[in-house]
């Protein structure tokens, strides 16, 4: 197969050479996201302090629950007393209500104060205690959002920052500073193939997302976000997101000629994406519009997959559905891509 020919092979150990020389990208992809985590699981320890009081209501785990947070430094628990139950939307004068599961396939459901949020991880930890894994506990405002949560919004943020990382300066800008610097127009004079060029790119860059892949699961499923055995799960999930982004790499890379310009497009469009995909703030709270258009990126649908497979959140749209978004923006961007990329040469090789 051409793809595996010399120029393949050669090609592949120097872009390995080439990206592992450039210090920036490699601290981008491999250790910011690394940085980014342990800044918010600082964040979220240093916001533990204070006092709590968490009602637990009546369950089989009832009694369990209220020794472990009673255990917990800072928390008093109490079981809920009386036959009447209060909404979700009442916290009846607690900082948290813990809403146990009625059965084993169900969710546990805790209800928090919003400026509450650095009780999260005490609880979290209680609950994991006895016998409740975080992948199985909801958390809630009494208004129905979603807790401001540092923890838990550090990881997928990590791995997502990190895989447009390295599909946007990683790759995006190399080849169009390879364009400007005149190295495709020779490359363009050989019998070297778009394709071949194109795929060797790809190697050195799974391997990499492989790794922050690794990294990120084990912390998830250290901290109880993620359960051992759906951790293949979060690996389809990355390689996929990573193929779409990396396709949509290249595309941007396929006919520009300035990396300053690109940089400055790229560096504008990261923030936005992350902001407008549901990263950091839940859908519900967006406008309209911006929903909407939330609703057409495939970034979206990656972060979705990504939150639920790492830290357990409910998936707005489905597990299957996200896959086949990012596999149809992989294919729409890698069609593109490869229609429209030149070497300045207009050969058509």
């Known amino acids: 197969m051409a793809a595996f020919s010399p120029a393949f092979v050669q090609l592949v150990k120097v872009n390995s050479r080439e990206l592992f ?4 990208t490699i601290f981008f992809v491999l250790f910011f996201p690394l940085i980014f985590v342990a800044m918010f699981i600082g964040i979220g320890t240093l916001n533990m302090g204070g006092s709590y009081k968490v009602a637990i209501l009546p369950s089989g785990q009832q009694k369990e629950i209220v020794r472990q947070l009673s255990r917990s430094h800072g928390f008093t628990a109490d079981p809920w007393r009386g036959n009447n139950f209060p909404a979700r939307s009442d916290l009846a004068g ?3 209500i813990v809403h146990p599961a009625s059965a084993p396939s169900e969710h546990a459901l805790v209800v928090i104060d919003s400026g509450k949020f650095g009780g999260l991880k005490g609880i979290r930890s209680a609950l994991a205690d006895s016998g409740i894994p975080a992948s199985k506990v909801d958390f809630r405002t009494p208004d129905g959002g979603t807790p401001f949560d540092p923890i838990k919004v550090s990881l ?3 791995l997502l920052m990190a895989l447009m990382s390295m599909s946007f300066f990683g790759t995006a800008t190399p080849l169009i500073a390879l364009r400007a610097r005149g190295t495709l127009r020779l490359l363009g004079t050989t019998p070297l ?13 799974l391997v990499l997302v492989a790794v922050q892949l690794v990294v990120l699961g084990v912390i998830a499923v250290a901290l109880g976000f993620l359960p051992a055995v759906n951790a293949v799960r979060v690996l389809g999930t990355g390689f996929l997101g990573a193929v779409m982004l990396f396709t949509f790499g290249y595309l941007v890379a396929s006919r520009m000629r300035n990396a300053e310009v690109a940089n400055g497009v790229l560096a504008i469009l990261m923030p936005l ?3 407008v995909s549901g990263l950091f703030l839940p859908l519900d709270l967006l406008p309209d519009v911006v929903r909407d258009i939330s609703k057409a990126l495939p970034t979206t649908y990656l972060v979705d997959a990504l939150a639920h497979d790492l830290t357990g959140a409910t998936s707005t749209y489905g597990i299957t559905l996200d896959w086949l978004v990012l596999l149809a923006g992989a294919v729409i961007f890698g069609g593109l891509a490869a229609r429209l990329f030149r070497w300045d040469q207009g050969e058509e090789r």
């Open 156 to 158: 997928p943020a990590a």
């Open 193 to 205: 193939r778009r394709r071949t060029f194109v795929l060797a790119q790809a190697p050195v860059r």
């Open 21 to 24: 020389r450039d210090g920036k």
């Open 273 to 275: 994406v992350l902001f």
């Open 94 to 96: 607690y900082d948290a």
